[in-house]
């Protein structure tokens, strides 16, 4: 006990280093419990009670623009469908059960009300497969899953407090689902409500319908239990013989398709691993850079108290017991920080999620848990090891001359070790800063990246007519047009449109064409392009720039010879050096008419999802030619705030559906904001991170240098009495604090591009990049002139008499 | 009679400090002519070492006037007076102030290096001074290999080696025993007898009787001057 209080009055005494100690710890404990929070989401995103043996399932295409779940090995990890699962599940050896669901949507009707909720359609298997008991009820029986079972569903926690208002007796309870009623089997534990599963109302169960299902309809996200002794790469092997086979048996719809069996974990993402691990290293880097300024300052505070431990020396104290001394003072350090870092961070993760906004899924999710509370105290329980131990040691060296006075102006062993701690914590620095650039340049690109089309003052919905309706073609063409009459009329409205793809906002949808009268060739071998098909006034509300021909008129969704319009990057592929204005092409997929389309018009390139702004060919055609039950609708508003106009909409919308309601409904500007939110946001809160680690490693370099000239203060008079010009002691001091700037950078520099290499297929960032480089080496080389200047200024206004005063 | 190296008129210093003012020194007025050995000498607190230290230019004087070499330097610039120390004043401290990772040679070299002399001079001038107080033979060692004796013999090797115009010593045999007390001594006396002009500040007479001229101050005044007995 008299030790704690020996060590807090000697921290009493030196308050003014400890506090910078401690809140330079506190501050990389924060940035590290907020890294831990990210990282514990994504651990924890796939809900899962029970993940032994489970593997992701997926899919895969070579095209980038199909990615449902990143990429992986160079391949779009892409969705599944059904009849590709059904065969999977037949043949199968190494994979004991599939559970496959995708989201969409219902229309819930009560008392007449309709409100669109969100669903997951999922095989029976899943809540079971996923290891989690019911809150109340029951889980799906196995029979549920079945064509022509009775129809029943789960309802999340979250639906049933903010439903239900948490009320019991809803299992057993009858619900309309999209015109049907729909039995509540149970409601689930909050548990299965996060992650992937956040912001889901109802799980339906839903039969595998093969025969009905396209083939190259592919939203399935699929799970595999392994049988046992069966690995993942066993596994990976035998479906990707599978799917070959099914490339050769449908060639029409699976010509590019296979199929990889990963570690769960990979459903967030092909790189997902990489991430994880980068964003821990992150982390490191960040405690480390903390931990050798704090050495720095430990070792500072220990060379001036060189004359106390040597008389305790001198009066039998062994080098254990400094070092046991030095080590409680630090232990005392990082206790305080660890509590401070805590409360910063989470301050600092109730920010990020303020500013990331309910969009972001990725810091919408993360929370100051047990586990990410854990962690910072165990970084805090680390860390006085790690910052304390060195200059503990080296501090604790007797040395009996300190009882004497001699001539010697600085511990040389001391300042050796000063300037190896702040080079270390400049190149860890740099290190950090250019992989956080290479990670923000790439975010800028994608977020400065030519959109092809206006999002201001545009919003989208969706509508969805029930298939029970029988709705024909013919008729959703008349309410089509009623719709967007209705809405035409309304003020503030300039423009509407329907698609069947909002732009940033949905998938791709790519099918093989062939173009004029050129040989078609096998499905392998056909050409691929994104297709649309878009209402007549979608170039001019969404101001996609016609740069050829025409868009579409009014005789195009007539009975006329039907056209369709192409954009750049697709008359360069198939008409390179020539005009398609007149040429034709045909699309060769299930469920399009194989009729030959005129070219009419060329667009700009509109910038798919997903695509980090690589951007394929797409082709447009009218709507009216492909309609679909599923009506996306486009509309350009005079108002500042697209969604003021939503109610409106929705109100004019009823008056033609009234059983309907319309969902979904974002500005362009959200729709954008959702592609890039998340990796925006992370790239915002790394560059933060960087920044205080460089205003660390400047005050490292401030305190070093600081240090120097107040042990060298009696040398420096001497200089200026032998007659050194103000500017002479500026130049020496500065040379103190720029050497390790130097050393720090060049072996920080290496071995950033040596990372930034490795790292670069992760994060799809270009490390090839000079001005990452540079304008990293400038802003560090600035930061240490400027730490360093202060006190070399000071320096040179060194009174020599009070400084050779003996 | 020539002009003299040193003039001092109505010099005075008045030291500041939390609204309390300090009278160092008041109506000081000397003249030290070249080749003179003069020695300053008076109880703890009469103001010797501010005197010395408005004599090597690291201070500056409230009110007066002081003359160096024909240049008045009383109210010079930081950077000017810095310029003027380094080719006009030699020190000599108590302490030798050595700097500690430098060797002999380059603790030696170290003013030279401020006039921007090139390095084939330095070497030179230096290898001579060394010579001089007999401390070549060590001038790859450290000064924490050194006696104080002989830290203090490259102090005056280092004083001497840019030729100044005036040498002062702070109590140069203060931290020394008295066999290496009297080493020093007789080295300033070698120094005089070649021409260099001493301004020496000692509490001990038998040292201050070296000098050839005694000034005696008390509570910042000059009360007395007197010449050696010879």
Request: with cysteine.
């Amino acid at each position: 006990m008299s030790g704690l209080r020996q060590a807090l009055r000697t921290l009493r005494r030196q308050s003014g280093s400890a506090a910078v100690v401690v809140v330079t710890l506190a501050v990389s404990i924060a940035a590290t419990t907020i890294i831990a929070s990210l990282i514990e989401f994504l651990f924890h995103a796939i809900p899962v009670a029970d993940p032994s043996r489970l593997a992701m399932v997926s899919s895969t295409d070579p095209r980038p623009s199909q990615a449902q779940s990143g990429m992986s090995g160079g391949v779009a990890l892409s969705g599944t469908s059904v009849p590709d699962l059904v065969d999977w599940s037949a043949r199968s050896r190494t994979i004991d059960e599939f559970i496959a669901f995708r989201y969409d949507s219902a229309t819930l009707r009560e008392n007449g009300v309709p409100e669109r909720v969100r669903v997951v359609r999922t095989t029976a298997n899943l809540p079971t497969a996923f290891g989690f008991q019911p809150a109340s009820g029951r889980l799906f029986r196995a029979e549920e899953g079945l064509a022509g079972a009775p129809r029943v569903v789960l309802v999340s926690d979250g639906f049933w407090r903010r439903h239900f208002d948490a009320r019991a007796g809803v299992v057993g309870s009858s619900l309309i689902l999209d015109g049907a009623p729909h039995t509540v089997a149970g409601v689930l534990p909050p548990a299965l409500s996060r992650g992937i599963f956040t912001d889901v109302d109802f799980f339906v169960a839903t039969p595998l319908d093969a025969a009905r299902a396209a083939r190259d309809d592919r939203r399935l996200f699929v799970f595999g239990r392994l049988q046992p002794g069966a690995t993942i790469d066993q596994a990976s092997a035998e479906l990707s013989s599978i799917a070959a086979d099914l490339r050769r048996r449908y060639p029409a719809t699976n010509a590019q398709t296979g199929a990889v069996v990963r570690p769960l974990l990979e459903q967030l993402g092909g790189n997902i691993a990489a991430i994880v691990g980068i964003m821990a290293f992150i982390a490191a880097l960040i405690v480390a850079t903390a931990c050798a300024n704090v050495s720095n300052v430990m070792l500072a505070l220990g060379a001036a108290r060189h004359r106390e431990l040597s008389i305790r020396s001198a009066l039998g104290a062994g080098r254990l017991e400094h070092v046991r001394r030095l080590m409680l003072e630090a232990a005392v350090l990082a206790a305080a920080a660890g509590a401070l870092g805590i409360l910063l961070g989470a301050s600092g993760l109730d920010a990020i999620k303020r500013f990331a906004g309910p969009e972001s899924r990725l810091f919408g999710g993360t929370s100051m848990n047990l586990w990410v509370l854990a962690t910072g105290v165990l970084v805090s329980f680390v860390l006085p090891f790690a910052f304390g131990l060195l200059p503990a040691v080296n501090v604790s060296k007797p040395d009996a001359t300190e009882l004497k006075d001699g001539t010697r102006t600085i511990h040389p062993g001391s300042r050796r070790l000063r300037t190896a701690l702040t080079a270390l914590q400049v190149g860890l620095t740099v290190v950090l800063m250019v992989q956080i650039a290479i990670m923000g340049r790439r975010v800028l690109t994608i977020g400065t990246a030519p959109l092809g089309f206006d999002p201001s003052r545009t919003l989208a919905f969706t509508l969805e007519l029930p298939e029970s309706r029988g709705l024909d073609a013919e008729r959703l063409r008349t309410f089509e047009r009623q719709v967007v009459a209705q809405l035409e009329a309304l003020p503030q409205v300039d423009s509407v449109s329907l698609t069947s793809r909002v732009p940033m906002g949905d998938r791709e949808q790519i099918v093989p064409v062939t173009i004029d009268n050129r040989p078609a060739g096998t499905p392998a071998e056909m050409p691929a392009t994104a297709i649309v098909a878009a209402g007549l006034e979608f170039f001019s509300t969404l101001r996609v720039p016609v740069d050829e021909g025409r868009a579409f008129t009014p005789a195009d969704a007539g009975g006329g010879p039907p056209a369709v319009v192409v954009s750049r990057e697709a008359a360069r592929r198939f008409w390179p050096g020539q005009s398609p204005v007149g040429r034709t092409l045909t699309v060769r997929a299930e469920g399009w008419p194989a009729t030959p389309l005129r070219v009419v018009g060329v667009v700009r390139d509109v910038r798919p999802a997903d695509a980090d702004g690589r951007v394929g060919p797409q082709v447009y055609v009218p709507w009216s030619w492909h309609p679909e039950r599923r009506l996306r609708f486009v509309v350009r508003t005079t108002a500042a705030d697209p969604l003021q106009l939503v109610p409106a909409i929705r109100a004019r919308v009823a008056t033609i559906e009234p059983d309907e309601p319309i969902f979904d409904a974002f500005s362009m500007k959200q729709i954008l904001y959702q592609d890039v939110a998340s990796e925006y946001v992370l790239s915002i809160v790394f560059t933060a991170i960087a920044l205080i680690a460089l205003a660390v490693a400047a005050v490292g370099v401030y305190g070093l240098v600081a240090h120097n000239v107040t042990q060298r203060t009696r040398e420096i008079g001497l200089r200026l009495a032998l007659g050194a010009a103000p500017a002479a002691v500026i130049r020496m001091v500065l040379s103190d604090g720029t050497r390790p700037v130097l050393y720090g950078g060049v072996v920080g520099l290496a071995a950033a591009v040596a990372l930034a290499f490795a790292t670069a297929a992760t994060f799809l960032g270009n490390a090839r990049d000079p001005i990452v480089y540079v304008a990293v080496v400038l802003v560090v080389a600035f930061a240490a002139l400027a730490a360093s200047y202060v006190p070399a200024r000071r320096a040179s206004h060194i009174d020599p008499v009070d400084a050779l005063r003996d | 009679m020539s002009q003299p190296l040193i003039k001092l008129e109505t010099v005075k210093k008045v030291f500041l400090t939390d609204e309390v003012e300090t009278h160092a020194l008041d109506n000081i007025n000397i003249e030290i002519h070249r080749g003179e050995y003069v020695s300053i000498a008076g109880p703890s607190g009469c103001g010797k070492s501010t005197l010395l230290s408005i004599l090597g230019l690291l201070d500056t004087p409230t009110e007066g006037t002081y003359t160096l070499n024909d240049q008045a330097v009383a109210k010079l610039s930081l950077a000017q007076r810095a310029r003027v120390r380094n080719r006009e004043v030699g020190f000599i401290f108590q302490s030798f102030n050595l700097i500690g990772d430098l060797n002999v040679f380059e603790n030696v070299e170290l003013p030279l290096t401020y006039r921007g002399m090139r390095a084939a001079e330095r070497k030179q001038r230096v290898t001579a001074a060394l010579e001089r107080v007999g401390m070549a033979h060590r001038a790859k060692h450290l000064p924490s290999q050194l006696s104080g004796g002989q830290q203090q013999r490259v102090a005056v090797a280092r004083a001497v080696c840019g030729e100044p115009s005036i040498l002062l010593a702070d109590e140069p045999t203060g931290n020394l025993d008295s066999k290496n007390g009297e080493a020093v001594m007789d080295l300033l006396k070698e120094l005089h007898m070649s021409g260099a002009t001493i301004c020496m500040v000692t509490h001990d007479a038998r040292y201050a009787s070296h000098a050839a001229r005694h000034i005696h101050l008390f509570d910042g005044r000059v009360v007395e001057e007197s010449l050696a007995v010879v």
